[in-house]
């Protein structure tokens, strides 16, 4: 069972993101709350497998509480997907510098924000299809995010997580990647657990973010392509 909780300061967005989660077998509700102090603090307690969380709240924001949920304070993180009605860059850009594991915009088909919580649960990012292009290109230009930078990670990374980090970059998700190496889920895990630190960063997303800036992979249209 999926342990879900839900923060959003609009009381019709909660109670329809409730209704829609709990409907499912495989997820449960197990907190909601009105803005990000009360969000923390229940997620802090209540330990749910994925926090939703809006970005805009009053109190805290919904970045902040994401940056507290995969900080050193949570241990171990909690995994958070963002949902907002806001596709302005800087908002996804602080998402993802937070370690958000998922950004999605709340006009979303329904069926992609249950598999977005399944995929968050599951450990696997998820990134709204209609910003992913622009987002990584944007990263790329901006050259935000960089802890580490290629020439230093080739000197970190054994070959196998440099393939692990190829495929994480080309979406696939753990299973995928299992499937294309010939190996247990369970060794691209930990493959990922040792890779993430020695990138310098805390989510799958920042880490494909990671490689694109670093020109491990590029972005087509990106500025010098």
């Given at each position: 069972?999926i342990?879900?909780?839900?923060a959003?300061?609009q009381a019709l967005v909660r109670?329809?993101l409730?209704?829609l989660?709990?409907?499912?077998p495989?997820?449960?509700?197990?907190?909601?709350?009105?803005?990000g102090?009360e969000?923390?603090?229940?997620?802090r307690?209540?330990?749910?497998?994925v926090a939703c969380l809006d970005?805009r709240?009053?109190?805290m924001?919904?970045?902040?509480v994401?940056?507290?949920?995969?900080g050193t304070?949570?241990?171990p993180?909690?995994?958070v997907?963002m949902?907002?009605?806001?596709?302005l860059?800087?908002?996804v850009f602080?998402?993802?510098?937070?370690g958000?594991a998922?950004f999605l915009?709340?006009?979303?088909d329904?069926d992609?924000i249950i598999?977005?919580v399944?995929?968050v649960a599951?450990?696997n990012?998820t990134?709204d299809?209609?910003?992913t292009?622009?987002?990584?290109?944007?990263f790329?230009d901006?050259r935000r995010?960089?802890?580490?930078?290629?020439?230093?990670?080739?000197g970190?990374?054994t070959?196998r997580?440099?393939e692990?980090?190829?495929?994480?970059?080309?979406?696939?998700?753990?299973e995928?990647?299992a499937?294309?190496?010939?190996v247990?889920v369970?060794?691209v895990?930990?493959?990922?657990?040792?890779m993430l630190p020695k990138?310098?960063?805390?989510s799958?997303?920042?880490a494909?973010?990671?490689?694109y800036?670093?020109?491990?992979?590029n972005?087509?249209?990106?500025t010098?392509?």
């Amino acid at each position: 069972m999926i342990r879900v909780l839900i923060a959003d300061d609009q009381a019709l967005v909660r109670a329809g993101l409730a209704a829609l989660l709990g409907s499912e077998p495989d997820i449960e509700v197990v907190g909601i709350a009105s803005d990000g102090t009360e969000a923390l603090a229940l997620a802090r307690t209540l330990r749910p497998d994925v926090a939703c969380l809006d970005i805009r709240m009053p109190g805290m924001d919904g970045i902040e509480v994401a940056r507290a949920l995969s900080g050193t304070d949570t241990d171990p993180p909690i995994p958070v997907l963002m949902l907002t009605t806001f596709d302005l860059d800087d908002y996804v850009f602080g998402a993802l510098e937070a370690g958000a594991a998922g950004f999605l915009l709340k006009d979303a088909d329904p069926d992609v924000i249950i598999r977005a919580v399944r995929q968050v649960a599951a450990g696997n990012g998820t990134l709204d299809q209609a910003l992913t292009r622009r987002v990584l290109r944007e990263f790329v230009d901006r050259r935000r995010l960089q802890p580490v930078t290629g020439a230093r990670a080739d000197g970190l990374l054994t070959a196998r997580e440099r393939e692990v980090l190829l495929l994480l970059a080309e979406g696939m998700s753990n299973e995928e990647i299992a499937a294309a190496l010939v190996v247990e889920v369970s060794t691209v895990k930990s493959h990922l657990a040792r890779m993430l630190p020695k990138l310098g960063v805390r989510s799958r997303l920042q880490a494909v973010v990671w490689a694109y800036q670093n020109r491990i992979v590029n972005v087509p249209g990106a500025t010098g392509d």
